[in-house]
């Protein structure tokens, strides 16, 4: 088989790069684009990693970004650099949040025009207060956005330096000082408001508001500054159409993608590197002047030897659902198509949020999950099929909050579908018909629902603990040992190009730019 069909071939590299998700993508494609030769190794049949789109339910042309889902990372700089046929669309609302007040179904929807936001702040609170500190905060997250986010692709600031670019005291103690739960109960009065607010501090990751080691602040600032607006957008054609588009844009300018090779063990004197991988046929190897791993830190120490790191736990459940019809609303003052358009916050308020994380730091699940929801195809129908469309048929996404993996350890089955069915009732309490009557079926007329928990993601795409970001979330600042660009590890030839590098985490593309460019500029070119 040639070599650019997928065969490493018998060389030297310039780079092997192991792991062919979108970081590990987005680096063949700037150091292959830089003359540079690139080996990818991808242990499954195809690249993208999480970021993919699948048919997940048996004879339903249906096309559904399966795991990663929305773009707000992903600077633009990268698409422009490497040529990407990529787009995204922006989702027309923001957030619907249902709830009961006063025995009536009511709630709060945000977008559609600065006018029915502001009505509908009124019409859940009774004044205009929450509104103004609604737009008095995210007008201060809309600031740190346009500061930070251009340094996500340069060499890493120092702490005081990334202060002084923010220059503004008030949002630094906000957002890297004090626990974010501070800020929400001093500007907002409104438990929903509030639980709004704080749900981007908990997408992915186990904590309290209050939480003294900052790590849900640390998970705020990454949902508030992408893009530099903090605009969450639907890839077009699924995730999959940018890892489709990332490994294009490679190939074509030489890198080798090989899939089905597995790497098992890195070796690495600091100035070369033998990668050995594993395939159907037997093992072999591959020699590199640098190694860059597209993979957790856990992976990292297990393939060069290394003391591995604290373990790590992920905190969600992920469920996928085809409907024949979006499904009703109790609030009826809502259209489902507007409610379902941007995020829909199921059980999400201030209070219940704290209660649902009390109860999982116990040790049980939350009696009311918390969870979001996103509707697709709603921006994108093309992730399904014309006659999908011409029916109605719509794609949902269900994202869970404060369920630890350690939940799921004593029967990780029994627990997604127990999960799975309070988690879907929390939703049904604010619909007019039963979910259930609105899933569609397969060929094999089964519902057309599957859901995976931390574990099912551990196995499935070697998330360690099912940890969505690889580890704990960083500042965006240079640390002791963060090295130049948050991607380098003790051996000088070998980065760490995944989620788990500083600045990692989500679709982004970051460390697989920076991580390209540390082995650029260490080539000399």
Not at 514 to 524: F, I, P, T
């Amino acid at each position: 088989m040639p070599a650019h069909e997928g065969h490493p071939g018998h060389r030297t590299y310039d780079a092997v790069i192991v792991g062919g998700g979108h970081n590990g993508l987005v680096a063949a494609a700037y150091l292959a684009r830089a003359g540079r030769s690139v080996l990818v190794l991808e242990r499954l049949d195809h690249t993208g990693g999480a970021a993919v789109s699948t048919r997940p339910f048996a004879g339903v042309d249906a096309r559904l970004s399966r795991y990663s889902y929305l773009v707000s990372l992903l600077p633009k700089k990268i698409v422009r650099d490497l040529g990407l046929d990529f787009r995204i669309r922006t989702r027309t609302v923001s957030s619907y949040t249902p709830v009961e007040r006063a025995g009536r179904p009511t709630g709060l929807l945000v977008g559609g025009g600065e006018r029915r936001t502001r009505e509908a702040f009124a019409r859940l609170t009774g004044g205009e207060g929450e509104y103004q500190a609604w737009q008095r905060f995210y007008g201060m997250t809309a600031h740190v956005a346009q500061r930070v986010f251009p340094t996500l692709t340069e060499p890493l600031p120092a702490r005081d330096e990334l202060r002084r670019r923010i220059d503004d005291e008030d949002a630094w103690r906000t957002l890297f000082e004090e626990p974010i739960g501070a800020a929400i109960e001093d500007r907002f009065a409104d438990d929903l408001v509030r639980g709004v607010v704080l749900t981007d501090a908990l997408i992915g990751t186990f904590a309290d508001a209050h939480d003294p080691s900052l790590r849900q602040n640390r998970c705020f600032l990454y949902h508030v500054i992408g893009g530099g607006t903090g605009a969450w957008d639907v890839p077009v054609g699924g995730m999959g159409a940018l890892t489709d588009a990332l490994a294009a844009a490679a190939r074509e300018a030489g890198a080798v993608l090989a899939t089905g090779h597995e790497a098992v063990r890195i070796d690495t004197d600091g100035r070369g590197a033998e990668i050995t991988y594993r395939t159907a046929e037997g093992e072999g190897t591959a020699a590199a002047r640098h190694v860059l791993v597209n993979a957790s830190p856990r992976e990292l120490a297990a393939l060069t030897g290394d003391q591995p790191p604290a373990p790590a736990e992920g905190a969600q459940l992920k469920v996928n659902m085809l409907l024949k019809r979006l499904p009703m609303l109790r609030d009826d003052s809502v259209d489902p198509y507007e409610a379902f358009a941007g995020t829909f916050h199921i059980a999400e308020g201030y209070e219940q949020l704290a209660v649902a994380h009390a109860q999982a730091a116990a040790g049980a699940l939350p009696t009311a999950p918390p969870s979001e929801i996103y509707c697709h195809s709603l921006t994108d129908p093309t992730i399904l099929g014309p006659d999908l469309v011409e029916q109605g048929y719509q794609t949902l996404t269900l994202f869970g909050l404060h369920t630890p993996a350690r939940l799921f350890d004593r029967d990780n089955d029994a627990v997604r579908e127990e999960l799975l069915k309070s988690t879907l009732a929390q939703l049904d309490a604010h619909l007019a018909e039963p979910l259930a009557d609105c899933l569609a079926t397969d060929a094999d007329g089964r519902p057309c629902i599957e859901a995976k928990t931390p574990l099912d993601l551990e196995r499935d795409l070697r998330l360690p603990g099912g940890n969505i970001f690889h580890r704990e979330l960083s500042w965006p600042y240079a640390q002791e040992d963060t090295g130049r660009w948050g991607v380098e590890t003790r051996h000088p030839n070998v980065l760490l190009c995944g989620a788990g590098a500083v600045r990692g985490g989500g679709v982004s593309g970051v460390p697989g730019h920076n991580a390209a460019m540390a082995v650029l500029e260490a080539l000399g070119g």
